[in-house]
């Protein structure tokens, strides 16, 4: 159990210019924010009743409008499933077949970036990283149509990925997710240094 909880609840709520919500369909089960040694955690609350086998998130984000990255620093993953995941996003929505890019670190397959799929809602993984481990930097950066994840051992020299493309909005939701698992939701991230920067402007920060 981490130091400090600073709530446990129902998603759509607010944490400043943040918002949290979740993507997939356990839309009711509550999301988890604490504070532990400097470094947020988030994660979600024991039910032994949700045991739906989908990509459901629980998702802090910000709204991003035009070019612009999302990226953060993930210190630790406390997962009861090497099929949990944790990372960035930048989504069309929290609707559970929103199109997005994710980049995600597994215990199972290191950092995965996924696109868009017409025969999936989960997407398809497009460009991995085996290497990655937290503790570790994930960046996502937009440029028009074109996305570019990337990941870093310090935060100062970036391992670039491959990139895709897909026609997305304007407007982005950007920020980071943890997922809420297969059977006890009981995964948490350590992360800190959460930031959206929009066409070179550092907005709000985490």
Known sequence: EFRRVLFRSAPGSPLGAWQIANIGKATELPAVLGV????WVLGSTADKKYARKSDDFHFVHLPMSGDGEVTMRLKIFENRSDYARAGL????SVGETAKGVKLLYSSRSGGTASEPSKYSTRGKVFTKAPEM???CWLKIERRGSEFFPSWSRDGQKWNEM???RF???NHLLAGAVVSIGKDLPMNHA???QLRVT???VMGASL
């Open 36 to 39: 532990d040694n400097s470094a």
């Open 89 to 92: 996003v930048l989504a069309e």
């Open 133 to 135: 481990r937290p503790p």
């Open 162 to 164: 491959a990139s895709t």
């Open 167 to 169: 026609t997305a909005p």
């Open 190 to 192: 350590w992360f800190d």
């Open 198 to 200: 929009e066409r070179g």
